[in-house]
C-alpha cells in the first residue's frame, strides 16, 4: 500500500485543482434553443451593445444602444418603459478629462398576471461603456462588450425565462439601465435623489456588473444586514460562487457600482466577474474576447433566485429581507455554499478552537511534540511568511518596471499582459522553495538519529519532525484565527485549514486510517485553489505578496499532512 499513496496523493491533488477551478463546477453554456437561460440568446444582445464605443464621450453611439434597449424590453413584454434624463452632468472631476453630457436611464415595469403586486424585484445594469482609460503606455476605449454588456444582456435574458410564468407572480419586476456609472454612478445617483418613487416598493435588488471577460461569476458584495437575502440566494442558486469576506475587503476599496448608493436602503446582491483586470475598462473589453460560460454561470445563480423571489408569496412585503445582522458564508467547489448566521459562525468556532487546543494538549501529553519546537516552529513560519509577502511585492514591482505600470503595493496594477503567468510562477516557485527545504530539513532531522541501535529510530524523527511543523504552523494559524474573528468577524482563511486538519487528526488518531489526513488535503485545496484565484483576481498583481503570505500558511500545513500520509508504517 506504500508504494500507492504517491499515486493517490497526486491524483487527489490534480482533481482538487480541476474542480476548484471549475472544470466540473461551472455550467455549461446553453444554446439558443435550449429551454431556461441560454448564454447563446444573451450573445445576441451583447453583439449588438458592444458594437461601437459608447461611453459618456459617444452620445449618438449610446443613444442607439439605448434606443435597442427599449424595443428589446417591450419585446420581452414590459408594461411600460420609461426614459428618465438628466441634463448638463459632468465628470470625471480629474485633471485628465471632463466631459459634459446628459444621461438617460430606462426604466421598465412588469406587473404580475393577476395581482397588484406590493413588492417589487428590480434588476439593474448600466449600459454606458468605459470613457478613455490610460493603459500601459497608450490610451484606450472599451466597447462595454462585458462591463456592462453582461449585466444587460443576463438581464434581459433572466426576464424573459421569467415572463414565461408571469401569471404565477407574486411580485412585480422592474429592469433600471443606468446611463453614466462610468463617471461616478451619475445616472443612478440623479434617480435616487430626483426619483426616490421608482424604488418605493422594492423589496430585492441585483445588480449585475462586470470587471473582465472571463473566469466564474462572483456574488462579491451584498448589503448590510444581509442575513435574509443570503438565505434566499443559498436555497435558490445553482452554482453558487461567493465569500462573504469580499464584502468586508470590497467596503475597504475605492471601487463603486449603482448598488453603492442605495445599498444602504434596499435589500441586494451584486454579482461580477473578476478576471482579468486588463480586460477591464479597456479595448480589450470586446466583443472577441467574451465567455459564454462566464455568461451562463450569471443565469444559473440569478435566474432561480428570481423566479423564487417573484413567485414566492412569503416576499410580498418590501420589507421581508431586510434584518440586523449579517451572514458569513464561503464556497467550498464540491462542498457547495456554507452559509452561517453570525451566532452559528461564532459556535463554529468556538468548538474548533476548543478541538484544537484539546488535540494540541494531548499531542504534547503524548510526546509527539514538544512546546519549545512547536514555539521555534511558528516563529519559523512567520518569518517565512513575512519573506513571502516581501518577495511577491518585488515580483510585482519587477513585473511593473517591465510592462512600464506604476508599482502600486498591495493596490490595483493594470496592463501588465504577463501578470496571471507572473503570478503562477511566483506561486510555484514558493511551493517549491518550500518543500525543497522542508525535505532538506527532515533528512537533516532523521540523519542525526540514524546511529541508533533502534530501528524504528528514523522512522520516529521523522514523525517528530512532522508533527512539530505541523502543530507550530496551526498554532500560528489558530492565534490569527482569533484575531481575525474579533477583529472583523471573518476568518474563514484561516478556520478552514485549522478546522479541516484538526478534524483529520482526531479521526486519524482514533482509526488509525490515514485517508482522513488525504481528506483533509483534498478539502483544504479545494478552496485554497478557489479562493485564492479570486483573491489574486480581485487584488491583481499588486497585491501577489498578501496572497502568497496567505497560501504560505496552507502550504506548511499541506505539506507535513502530506508527510504524515506517505510515511511508511511501523515495521512490526
Not at 306 to 320: C, L, Q
Request: include cysteine; aromatic fraction near 12%.
Amino acid at each position: 500500500m506504500n508504494r500507492f499513496r504517491p499515486i493517490i496523493l497526486v491524483f487527489s491533488v490534480v482533481a482538487a485543482a480541476l474542480l476548484a477551478y471549475g472544470m466540473f463546477t461551472l455550467p455549461r453554456p446553453k444554446q439558443a434553443d435550449a429551454e431556461g437561460f441560454s448564454s447563446a440568446r444573451v450573445v445576441k444582445d451583447i453583439e449588438v451593445i458592444s458594437r461601437e464605443h459608447h461611453s459618456v464621450a459617444h452620445p449618438q453611439e449610446r443613444a442607439e444602444v439605448r434606443e435597442y434597449l427599449i424595443k428589446r424590453l417591450y419585446d420581452i413584454g414590459a408594461d411600460t418603459v420609461r426614459v428618465f434624463s438628466y441634463d448638463s452632468l459632468t465628470g470625471p472631476q480629474n485633471k485628465h478629462v471632463i466631459y459634459t453630457f446628459d444621461a438617460h436611464n430606462v426604466l421598465a415595469d412588469f406587473s404580475p398576471g393577476e395581482s397588484d403586486a406590493s413588492a417589487d424585484l428590480l434588476f439593474v445594469a448600466h449600459y454606458d461603456s468605459r470613457y478613455s482609460q490610460p493603459f500601459a503606455r497608450d490610451t484606450v476605449w472599451s466597447y462595454g462588450a462585458a462591463d456592462d454588456g453582461y449585466g444587460v444582456g443576463v438581464i434581459l435574458e433572466t426576464v424573459s425565462q421569467l415572463v414565461k410564468e408571469r401569471a404565477e407572480w407574486k411580485q412585480g419586476v422592474k429592469v433600471l439601465f443606468t446611463d453614466a456609472e462610468e463617471v461616478g454612478m451619475m445616472g443612478m445617483k440623479a434617480i435616487w435623489e430626483n426619483n426616490r418613487e421608482v424604488f418605493d416598493n422594492v423589496g430585492l435588488m441585483i445588480n449585475v456588473e462586470a470587471r473582465g471577460t472571463y473566469g466564474p461569476a462572483l456574488l462579491f458584495e451584498a448589503c448590510p444586514g444581509n442575513e435574509k437575502v443570503i438565505d434566499l440566494y443559498a436555497s435558490s442558486s445553482r452554482y453558487p460562487y461567493t465569500y462573504s469576506l469580499t464584502t468586508v475587503v470590497y467596503n475597504f476599496m475605492p471601487n463603486f457600482t449603482d448598488f453603492t448608493i442605495v445599498k444602504d436602503s434596499i435589500p441586494g446582491l451584486n454579482f461580477s466577474t473578476i478576471s482579468d483586470v486588463n480586460h477591464y475598462h479597456t479595448h480589450l473589453d470586446n466583443f472577441s474576447n467574451i465567455s459564454e460560460k462566464s455568461i451562463q454561470h450569471y443565469g444559473e445563480q440569478i435566474l432561480p433566485l428570481a423566479k423564487k423571489y417573484v413567485m414566492d408569496e412569503s416576499y410580498s412585503s418590501a420589507d421581508t429581507l431586510k434584518a440586523e445582522k449579517d451572514a458569513v458564508n464561503f464556497t467550498i467547489p464540491g462542498l457547495g455554499l456554507l452559509n452561517f448566521s453570525k451566532t452559528i459562525y461564532s459556535v463554529v468556532n468556538a468548538v474548533i478552537f476548543l478541538l484544537f487546543l484539546l488535540v494540541f494538549g494531548l499531542e504534547g501529553v503524548r510526546g509527539r511534540i514538544k512546546a519549545s519546537k512547536v514555539f521555534m516552529k511558528s516563529l519559523m513560519v512567520l518569518g517565512f511568511a513575512i519573506v513571502a509577502l516581501l518577495s511577491g511585492e518585488l515580483v510585482a514591482f519587477v513585473c511593473g518596471k517591465i510592462a512600464g505600470v506604476a508599482f502600486k503595493p498591495f493596490g490595483i496594477m493594470q496592463g501588465i499582459m504577463f501578470d496571471n503567468i507572473a503570478m503562477i510562477v511566483a506561486a510555484a516557485l514558493m511551493f517549491i522553495i518550500a518543500v525543497s527545504a522542508y525535505v532538506y530539513s527532515r533528512s537533516y532531522a532523521v540523519r542525526a538519529v540514524s546511529g541508533s541501535m533502534r530501528a524504528s529510530a528514523s522512522l520516529n524523527a521523522a514523525k517528530s519532525y512532522a508533527y512539530n511543523n505541523l502543530y507550530g504552523t496551526l498554532a500560528l494559524v489558530f492565534i490569527l484565527s482569533v484575531a481575525l474573528l474579533f477583529a472583523l468577524g471573518e476568518n474563514m482563511m484561516f478556520l478552514i485549514p485549522l478546522a479541516f486538519t484538526t478534524v483529520a487528526m482526531i479521526l486519524f488518531h482514533l482509526t488509525n486510517l490515514r485517508v482522513w489526513l488525504l481528506a483533509a488535503i483534498v478539502l483544504i485545496l479545494l478552496h485554497a485553489f478557489s479562493f485564492y484565484f479570486a483573491l489574486s483576481m480581485a487584488l491583481t498583481i499588486g497585491a501577489l505578496g498578501a496572497v502568497m503570505m496567505l497560501a504560505f500558511f496552507d502550504i506548511m500545513i499541506l505539506v507535513p499532512l502530506a508527510d504524515l500520509y506517505m510515511m511508511p508504517s511501523r515495521k512490526k
